[in-house]
């Protein structure tokens, strides 16, 4: 590792140890919070097997890719969330 950048290396360690864990717990408690919500709705199973697959994505594309589709945006999505929370610290 260069020496110039140890200490951008070490500021942003410092501050993963510092809010790493409270990240983590409020993405898991939304989680939970969502799962919670949608296991009381009448379609709970459709937004679980199928989730942000609107009707006319289905009828283009079928289910199946539809909810692939969907899983993936849905990972990438979270992907670039966290990256931007860590990055804007």
Request: charged residues 15%; glycine residues 10%; aromatic residues 8%.
């Amino acid at each position: 590792m260069e020496p110039e950048h140890q200490g951008e290396l070490r500021a942003f360690i410092d501050l993963v140890l510092r809010r790493g864990r409270l990240f983590i717990a409020v993405t898991l408690g939304g989680s939970v919070v969502m799962i919670a919500v949608s296991a009381m709705t009448p379609v709970w199973p459709w937004a679980m097997f199928c989730p942000f697959s609107t009707p006319e994505t289905v009828a283009m594309i079928g289910i199946r890719r539809s909810v692939v589709i969907a899983r993936a945006a849905g990972i990438f999505l979270v992907g670039i969330a966290i990256g931007v929370a860590v990055l804007s610290g």
